[in-house]
């Protein structure tokens, strides 16, 4: 397939073709669509290394940083975000790449190469990884990180999310609520998410004059934060959980004490990570717009990319409570 049969198929020069698909400048949006309509129909393929190498301008948007290590893996939740960015990029004939960070100690190679003509940091980069970004005038967002700064950032509103979730709770007339944090060990997981749920959870408690379970905020084993919870007769009537995993593990040491998760105790988990409507019974949960964000930020790039001197921006996606059968009214006694 040649940019030729496409120019004659469109009605423009090949030039015009060529300008049109790299998305480069003197090219009215009528014709570019037509042109990109074209191509597509046509499976037409570019040369991504020629293309580059036409434009001045990598062709790639990265990812930083991606560990491999200890068995580590890409979850529900960052492959959603990675789905949204590779949607948005790809509209600009863009692809993405996983860079790795498994030294933990410099710059992975595709970034000091210059590689990418962008990246999106979705998970807390080295130190050393992340002062080099911020002085390099290499285009970067910052994706589901909280509010960041020196960059681009697009974030969900954690505490707002888990004040939806309270105030189901108490809806249902539950007084003592539980918060079971992560049981990921501090350093391993995303400090500003847990600190913004956690505070979501205690100012609407407070706000509510419910009563939360003593040792809430700890981070610790699941199972042995609940019969902690219960030897102790605290006895909450209802969990918040820091997410779906640490949720579904709670319903099942719920369960293992004889006590039925809906009618007897709610739990509530958060993320919505495609898993909880298939527990038993299926999980309420706060949805996090985990895709919506990817995309944002794949956005919010390419327009970094396009213009390197625009105002930094920080767009905040709402989070929505999505009720199942997990919670029910709180018991009488």
Known sequence: MSLEKI??????????????????????SA?????VRIARDLGYAPNAAASSLACGKARLIGVAPYTVSEGCHIGPCAAAIIDGLSDSVHERGMDVVLISDEGQTG????????????VMISSFPHPRLLEWLK???LPCVGVNLGLVSDMDCVHSDSAGGVHQAIEHLAALGHRRIAY??????????HAPTAGMRLHGFLTTVAERGLIASPGSEIHCD??????????NGHSPTAFMCYNDDIAMVAVQ?????????????????????GSAELTNPPLAT???PFAEMGRRGGELLLSRIDEPERPLESIELPETLVIRKSTGPAPRN
């Open 253 to 273: 040491a719920l369960a293992e004490r004889g006590l039925r998760v809906g009618p007897e105790v709610s739990v509530v988990g958060i993320d919505d990570n």
């Open 107 to 118: 710059v992975p190679r595709l970034l000091s190469q210059r590689a990418v003509g962008g």
């Open 31 to 35: 014709t570019r669509e037509r042109i």
């Open 135 to 137: 002085a390099t005038s």
């Open 286 to 288: 706060v949805h996090v």
């Open 222 to 231: 699941v199972r042995e934060r609940i019969s902690a919870l219960f030897a």
């Open 180 to 189: 079971i944090n992560t049981d990921i060990p501090p350093g391993r997981h």
């Open 7 to 28: 120019a004659n198929l469109a009605g423009v020069s090949a030039t015009t073709v060529s300008v049109a698909l790299r998305n480069g400048p003197g090219v009215n």
